[in-house]
Each structure stands twice: as C-alpha cells, then as structure tokens.
C-alpha cells in the first residue's frame, strides 16, 4: 500500500509540475510546434535517467532496499511519470497532421522519441560521473 501512496504523491506532484512548466512555455512559444509537450518529455526523460542511476547505487551505500525501492517509485514512477506526457506528444502530432502540417507532426513525432531517449542516456551519464564522484 505505501508504493502506491509514493507513486500517486510523486504522479501528483509531477502533473502539476508539468502543468506549471508546460503553461509558461506555451506562453512563450505561440505557433505550430508543441515545445511545451517537447520540453517536459525530454527534461523528465533526463531526469529519469538521472534519477535511476543514482538510486541503483544507494544499496552499495548501505540504504536498505525497500527505501531504494520505495525512492524509485516515488521519483521515476511517480513525479517523472506523472510530469512527462507522451500520449499527448502523440495527441499533438496527430492533430498536426490532421491540419495539413505534416512536416511538424513528423519532426515532433521522431524528434520527441530521438531527443528523449538521448536525453535519458545523458541522463544515465551524468547520474554515473555523479556516482564515480562517490566511489571514485
């Protein structure tokens, strides 16, 4: 029951979060291209990668494995999970198609799955020079 409560604390937490962040942007950025659906995926990707590296490394820290545990759910499950939103990345690139602009819907299509999935293998970097810095 307490993975449940991290998760939905942490999905909570991460909606509104993306709601804040993804309302700025748009703000900013008027015209055809969805940069805040595109930011928040590819900074909550990151952070995933980021966050996973480093919480796999706590049990070699002496963390007990149900806090690990209870940790990753709560940050990569919960608040990443609920501030990344890839269904409506999908949702806008098909309405974009629909209005005529493919070359938009394609280039958020493949350009949503190639820079977040960059972005979390940086993520993964980083949370490994930040590992090597505990260890090294």
Do not use: K
């Not at 942007?25 to 805040?36: D, E, L, N, V, Y």
């Not at 002496?62 to 545990?69: E, I, M, S, Y």
């Amino acid at each position: 029951m307490i993975e449940l409560l991290v998760v939905a604390v942490g999905g909570g937490l991460g909606a509104a979060a993306r709601f804040m962040v993804d309302g700025e942007i748009r703000a900013r950025h008027t015209g055809g291209f969805p940069w805040g659906t595109f930011v928040v995926n590819v900074t909550g990707s990151f952070l995933i990668g980021v966050f996973s590296t480093l919480l796999y490394t706590l049990t070699f820290l002496g963390v007990p494995g149900d806090v690990a545990l209870l940790l990753q759910l709560a940050l990569t499950v919960g608040l990443c999970g609920g501030f990344t939103t890839f269904s409506t990345a999908t949702v806008e690139s098909v309405r974009l198609a629909q209005s005529g602009r493919m070359r938009l819907a394609l280039a958020n299509s493949l350009g949503t799955l190639a820079t977040t999935v960059t972005a979390a293998g940086l993520g993964v970097a980083v949370g490994g020079v930040a590992v090597g810095g505990l260890f090294g």
